[in-house]
């Protein structure tokens, strides 16, 4: 079992930066891949970014690559989410999750299923 707490949500106005953070505990962190999904009112959940347990391997959806930057820091059982360039969009929760993966360190799940826990989510909306 391991739980999530996700933060740094806010409104921002567009072209801004936010960093959101999700903070663990429970079971050995680094052996969980931690990914960033985002989901906007009446639409469907969407991968943002993940990284694997090992930290070595990021992977990025391609409309955030060169904006977002995923990383972690296991000493604080922490993976952060910084976010630049930020577009005017419907407002969205970001949600951080956890996949297991301690024989597979340097995978990176991209699709929802593949997690196994998630965070409550923390709000981000992006003024014009």
């Known amino acids: 079992q391991v739980q999530l707490i996700e933060s740094g949500g806010g409104l921002v106005q567009a072209g801004g930066s936010l960093r959101l953070s999700c903070a663990a505990s429970?079971?050995?962190?680094?052996?969980?891949?931690i990914g960033w999904f985002r989901q906007a009112p009446g639409k469907e959940r969407e991968f943002v970014a993940a990284?694997?347990?090992?930290?070595?391997?990021?992977y990025y959806l391609v409309s955030v690559k060169g904006r977002f930057i995923i990383s972690r820091d296991n000493a604080k059982n922490t993976v952060y989410l910084q976010m630049n360039s930020l577009d005017p969009d419907a407002p969205s929760v970001y949600y951080c999750?956890?996949?297991?993966?301690?024989?597979?360190?340097?995978?990176?799940?991209?699709?929802?299923?593949?997690?196994?826990?998630w965070g409550q989510g923390t709000q981000v909306t992006v003024s014009s």
């Open positions: 990284v694997s347990s090992s930290g070595r391997n990021t």
């Open positions: 999750a956890a996949d297991y993966t301690p024989w597979s360190r340097d995978y990176v799940p991209s699709h929802s299923r593949a997690y196994d826990y």
């Open positions: 429970g079971r050995t962190f680094s052996n969980f891949a």
